[in-house]
């Protein structure tokens, strides 16, 4: 088979070819009519504008692109649209109302009075008692005592947090006991009345100030603070769970990172409550420092319930530091929690001390005596106990029970340097799970 070869860049083409499959260069041209084209771009005009014939292959790519470029710009377009669409139903799934989420950060408290106590139930409830938050069905379960025993009907108790009381459904007593559902009550003069609404059928009042008073100040708390504790937008955060390099009989051991859930400086709840316990100590005097976080620690010491229960627990309990006041009460580990929130608003240096079984709070000596021999060494400076859980303990000054044993200092931690945990015998960092 004989083959036309172009005289433009030399490419061999087939038989009957009219422009070269290469360049477009014409395979026939007239000796008056010079191409004027390049090589490398394929000629649809002649600069005078006259048309010239088009390569079939040329034709088909361009095609191609064509296709290819409007098709990707259309698929482009409809993933934007697709995405956008998603976003915003994504929107309207998370965004959530004022109202919505004063809503579910009080529930949220109600439903956990093991956390929190019963101070926030008595404040936003009344003489009515949460049984129940079914998250999976969206349904609150309430209980209320005899009307007759406070004074009220149901509809003026329920009307402080019901829309609608017609969207109540009410439980039936069989032989004593208040049925409703799957659920039932044994009824009583406390639990007279059990019913359930639907989690959007509670609405609590956007400005509603919880108060939690104490012998020396009283703590808090509006439903924005509220939401941004359960939110964690409060503390610092971090990994929860640190591991030990080193074992002494060699299995490994996760212990939990107290300093995640300390305050952030300047929290507006625990700073005025901290201004409100130390408003009679003036700044910038002689033993101001020391007198502020002795004040705090008595506060810590006296006020804040040492909670049995939560050290007979097989899991760490940890809460955060509203928590422990709301619920006025704790053990070493909050309490530690609370103290190191309390002086995060005082500004002042401490670490969290992690001892056998135990974790303590110490402070930088400063003007404080260091007679009890209750210190430690970090990092060039002298740091004094501040133990939590002993009720009026002075640093520097008394001493403890089983001091032996807190002395066997293991790890130190600067909370506000997140998930940083240091071994006092190596010197080195803890990993995290």
């Known amino acids: 088979m004989t083959h036309l070869?172009?005289?433009?860049?030399?490419?061999?083409?087939?038989?009957?070819?009219?422009?070269?499959e290469r360049c477009g260069a014409s395979l026939n041209p007239s000796p008056s009519e010079?191409?004027?084209?390049?090589?490398?771009?394929?000629?649809?005009?002649?600069l005078g504008g006259e048309a010239r014939a088009r390569s079939r292959t040329w034709k088909v790519i361009i095609a191609v692109v064509i296709v290819l470029a409007v098709g990707g710009g259309a698929w482009a377009i409809y993933k934007r649209s697709v995405s956008s669409a998603a976003a915003g139903k994504r929107r309207q799934l998370v965004e959530r109302t004022g109202d919505e989420r004063t809503r579910d950060a009080v529930l949220s408290c109600l439903a956990q009075p093991g956390f929190v106590g019963t101070k926030v139930s008595e404040q936003v409830l009344g003489a009515v008692h949460l049984e129940l938050l079914q998250v999976s069905d969206r349904e609150?379960?309430?209980?209320?005592?005899?009307?007759?025993?406070?004074?009220?009907?149901?509809?003026?108790?329920?009307?402080?947090f019901i829309i609608d009381p017609k969207r109540l459904v009410m439980a039936q007593d069989d032989a004593g006991r208040l049925r409703l559902g799957k659920y039932s009550l044994v009824r009583s003069e406390e639990k007279n009345v059990f019913f359930k609404t639907p989690v959007d059928n509670i609405k609590f009042d956007a400005g509603t100030v919880l108060k939690f008073p104490f012998k020396e100040a009283t703590y808090t708390l509006d439903m924005h603070e509220l939401e941004d504790f359960l939110m964690n937008k409060s503390i610092f955060g971090g990994r929860m769970n640190a591991r030990m390099e080193q074992t002494r009989d060699g299995r490994p051991v996760i212990f939990a990172n107290h300093g995640a859930l300390v305050a952030n400086p300047q929290e507006p709840s625990l700073r005025r409550f901290v201004d409100d316990l130390t408003r009679d100590i003036q700044p910038n005097t002689d033993?101001?420092?020391?007198?502020?976080?002795?004040?705090?620690?008595?506060?810590?010491?006296?006020?804040?319930?040492?909670?049995?229960?939560?050290?007979?627990?097989?899991?760490?309990l940890l809460k955060r530091p509203n928590e422990v006041l709301m619920s006025a009460e704790s053990d070493c580990s909050n309490k530690a929690i609370l103290l190191g929130s309390l002086l995060e608003q005082l500004g002042e240096d401490y670490l969290f001390v992690y001892t056998p079984e135990h974790i303590t709070v110490a402070v930088k000596q400063g003007g404080f005596p260091a007679s009890n021999g209750l210190f430690l060494g970090w990092?060039?400076?002298?740091?004094?106990?501040?133990?939590?859980?002993?009720?009026?303990?002075?640093?520097?000054?008394?001493?403890?029970?089983?001091?032996?044993?807190?002395k066997q200092f293991q790890h130190v931690q600067r909370p506000r340097d997140r998930d940083v945990i240091f071994d006092l015998a190596t010197g080195k960092q803890l990993s995290f799970q």
């Open 379 to 406: 990092q060039g400076e002298v740091w004094l106990i501040a133990e939590g859980t002993a009720p009026g303990f002075r640093i520097g000054v008394d001493h403890l029970q089983e001091e032996s044993r807190l």
């Open 34 to 46: 010079p191409v004027m084209t390049r090589p490398d771009v394929p000629a649809f005009l002649t």
């Open 287 to 316: 033993g101001a420092r020391e007198a502020r976080v002795q004040r705090v620690l008595d506060f810590v010491s006296r006020e804040i319930k040492y909670d049995l229960r939560e050290t007979t627990y097989n899991f760490e």
């Open 5 to 20: 070869k172009c005289s433009q860049c030399g490419l061999n083409n087939w038989q009957g070819a009219e422009v070269c």
């Open 140 to 160: 609150v379960y309430f209980s209320a005592p005899v009307p007759e025993k406070i004074g009220q009907p149901l509809e003026s108790l329920v009307a402080r």
